[in-house]
Nanobody
């Protein structure tokens, strides 16, 4: 069993930055990917970025590439999402999730474990 807990959300002005954290506990994740999804009101949950635990390979979705960076701290068992140059359209609840394997699925049903989410609001 894996537990994920997000933190770091909040209210920020457009152009500002936030760093989200996803604390991981439970079993080893050496054979998993950890990803961030986001869900705006009335919209589907969409893939933001992911990291492969075993080799730190990362991938980001087009809307955030160049602005958001995903990383991990193995010693703290934590995955981070550094969000820079935030835009109002980045406003959403951000979730971290985990799945066994090496693929960054865009389908939410491929992920076995989810955190509770953290709200990010970007004002214009």
């Amino acid at each position: 069993q894996v537990q994920l807990a997000e933190s770091g959300g909040g209210l920020v002005q457009a152009g500002g930055s936030l760093r989200l954290s996803c604390a991981v506990s439970g079993r080893s994740l050496s054979d998993h990917v950890i990803v961030w999804f986001r869900q705006a009101p009335g919209e589907e949950r969409t893939f933001v970025a992911g990291i492969r635990w075993r080799d730190d390979y990362t991938h980001s979705a087009d809307p955030v590439r160049g602005r958001f960076t995903i990383s991990r701290d193995n010693a703290k068992s934590t995955v981070y999402l550094q969000m820079n140059r935030l835009k109002p359209e980045d406003t959403a609840v951000y979730y971290c999730a985990a799945a066994r394997g090496a693929i960054f699925w865009i389908f939410t049903n491929k992920y076995d474990y989810w955190g509770q989410g953290t709200q990010v609001t970007v004002s214009s």
